[in-house]
């Protein structure tokens, strides 16, 4: 059972252009969502992160976007660069006391110039 | 300031045999934490230490599949009577926190059994 889902599995965007990713998760207890971006070959590697009591975290042309009534959240990249083109996974921890992550299936960005 | 190194890069072994794998966490990082990464099952969280003492192994396959960590230098994931279906990268990461709060990962074994 995939408690943090993705959406799309990939998507190209052109330079320039704002990517808009998707994530949703099931367990109400999730309070910690970081995003992680992954190039091949390469471990992932934390790009931003929110928590459930926030409702937007922004970081240069990264933002996300969190609705905690409907259990989803978005990442936005504005003028999205050709150097973004990689797999962003979406990630979710339970307030419950374990520290580890659930991931989803990820999403793959192709941003053409 | 290194990363966390993970050793061998590259790992083919046949069908059976005993497959272990490294990691070095980053210096002064209290939490490690493996992770199975697969193009079917995405990544998958296996097992992570606190301080080196092992705290959550619910993602760890029961039978076949051990982790240690003997010193807060290096952990080991060891697979015995490996099989195909082991086949994926294993990621380690560390966190300087015990809250695990900002994963550090490492580049990946890539485990192919054959």
């Known amino acids: 059972q995939q408690q943090v889902r993705q959406s799309p599995q990939s998507l190209t965007v052109w330079e320039g252009e704002t990517a808009i990713l998707n994530c949703s998760y099931e367990?109400?207890?999730?309070?910690?969502f970081p995003w992680y971006q992954q190039f091949p070959g390469e471990g992932p590697a934390l790009l931003i992160a929110i928590r459930s009591v926030s409702d937007k975290k922004e970081d240069g042309r990264f933002t996300i976007f969190f609705n905690k009534r409907e259990k989803k959240l978005s990442l936005h990249i504005t003028d999205s660069q050709p150097g973004d083109s990689a797999t962003y996974f979406c990630a979710a921890r339970d307030q419950g006391g374990s520290a580890k992550l659930i991931f989803g299936e990820g999403t793959k960005l192709t941003v053409s110039s | 300031n290194a990363g966390v190194i993970q050793t061998p890069r590259h790992k083919v072994t046949g069908k059976g045999q005993e497959a272990t794998l490294w990691c070095e966490p980053i210096s002064g990082h209290s939490a490690v934490f493996w992770y199975r990464q697969t193009i079917v099952q995405g990544l998958e969280f296996l097992t992570y230490f606190r301080n080196q003492a092992p705290i959550d192994d619910s993602g760890m396959p029961k039978e076949r599949f051990s982790a240690q960590m003997p010193n807060q230098s290096h952990s080991t994931l060891k697979i015995q009577s490996t099989q195909p279906q082991d086949s994926a990268v294993y990621l380690c990461?560390?966190?300087?926190?015990?809250?695990?709060?900002?994963?550090?990962f490492g580049e990946g074994s890539r485990l192919i059994v054959v």
């Open positions: 990461a560390s966190s300087r926190g015990v809250s695990g709060n900002t994963l550090y």
């Open positions: 367990n109400s207890a999730f309070d910690y």
